[in-house]
């Protein structure tokens, strides 16, 4: 079954590269005109540019999620191009390694800002254009949280841990409280996905190798196949999915 999302505006936050990247191209590949955010200009534009060259619509807006006036012109930006707005997906994180010890106040609270704040920030200006001018189709917000904020701790990672797992808990109340709005929220928990960041060019082999004997698919993931999960949760197949969380991880967290 071919899913479409023909008529569809989405903004992708953090969509320069990496999992967002993989999520902006598989909604414009579906017929949505896509809003390409991140913090980084040069990535907006070139991802932007990408979709344009494989035939969809896309623009890109520099953006930092961590502060509620650029949110705002993300949001404004992208209705003033295109009239409306129907999908969100809270994408953009950041995730400082750094001890418990050795993590400062300023670290901890960007990681807050960015990765919590960003993601309240957004649904909550999403949410009231999609409550007000959507109210025969309502709207798919879909948040890209983490295992790691709610089944498997990450080493060196604990404000990034925390954040996710605020995400996860923010996600559910908002499933509840726009649910009268025929808004949708649902949150994907990616596991060790295949990208820059998550898997560094100069990462011992070993080291991967340790974390698949763990990964019953015995594999890393694909951004692709995270995007993959969005598309679903995005489109009027999941039409009575809200509130969950789903889980993409090559059953490293079955239970």
């Not at 079954?1 to 989405?10: G, P, S």
């Not at 907006?44 to 969809?56: D, R, V, Y």
Request: charged content about 20%.
């Amino acid at each position: 079954m071919e899913i479409r999302l023909d008529n569809k505006v989405a903004i992708v936050t953090g969509a320069g590269r990496g999992i967002g990247k993989a999520i902006a191209q598989k909604l414009a590949e579906a017929g949505a005109r896509v809003a390409v955010n991140d913090i980084n200009p040069d990535r907006a534009e070139k991802t932007a540019a990408a979709i344009q060259k494989a035939g969809g619509q896309a623009i890109g807006i520099a953006a930092d999620i961590g502060n509620k006036f650029q949110c705002v012109h993300l949001v404004e930006t992208t209705r003033a191009q295109w009239g409306q707005l129907d999908i969100l997906i809270n994408n953009a994180s950041v995730e400082p390694r750094s001890s418990i010890l050795k993590t400062d106040e300023w670290e901890w609270q960007r990681v807050m800002d960015v990765n919590l704040k960003g993601t309240f920030f957004m649904s909550q200006l999403c949410g009231r254009v999609m409550a007000e001018e959507n109210q025969k189709h309502g709207g798919a917000i879909v948040n890209i949280a983490s295992i790691a904020g709610v089944t498997r701790p990450l080493s060196n990672r604990a404000a990034y841990c925390a954040s996710k797992a605020g995400v996860v808990g923010f996600a559910r109340e908002c499933a509840r409280e726009y649910a009268a709005y025929g808004i949708r929220v649902n949150t994907i928990l990616p596991g060790i996905i295949n990208t820059p960041r998550v898997i560094p060019h100069d990462l011992p082999t070993e080291e991967v190798a340790a974390w698949l004997k763990n990964v019953p698919l015995g594999r890393l993931g694909l951004a692709e196949e995270v995007a993959a999960a969005v598309l679903f949760l995005c489109a009027d197949s999941s039409s009575y999915i809200t509130g969950s969380t789903l889980t993409v991880d090559g059953g490293l967290t079955m239970r």
